[in-house]
């Protein structure tokens, strides 16, 4: 049953993306509309980052997470390298949920 499920998943997958191949000289988009485009790509990334910085499964995931991924984010602003800013965004979390504040 589980094998059936990924094969179908992966038949539609493919099917989706041969159908942005085969229609992309028929389907023409509006010059607003192609300005929008990587707009909406950025507010999709943002909004799966918020998500993923604030949710544990169906309930907020605490304060340790928000707070840790701000330190990464500020960190990463201002050009800090990018293991200092993983490392720095672990061990605020870590030591917060160490202090208490979960």
């Known amino acids: 049953m589980m094998l059936a499920a990924i094969v179908i998943l992966g038949l539609g997958t493919y099917t989706m993306r041969l159908g942005g191949v ?4 028929r389907v023409g988009l ?10 909406a790509a950025a507010a999709l990334l943002a909004a799966l980052a918020a998500t993923s910085t604030l949710m544990a499964g169906a309930a907020f995931a605490g304060f ?20 200092v800013v993983v490392v720095a965004a672990a ?12």
Do not use: N
């Open 64 to 83: 340790a997470r928000p707070l840790g991924v701000a330190v990464g984010a500020v960190l990463a602003w201002r050009k800090a390298p990018f293991v």
């Open 22 to 25: 085969l229609l992309r000289s």
């Open 30 to 39: 509006s010059d607003s509309l192609q300005r929008l485009l990587p707009m």
């Open 91 to 102: 061990a605020t979390a870590a030591l917060l949920r160490l202090a208490g504040l979960e």
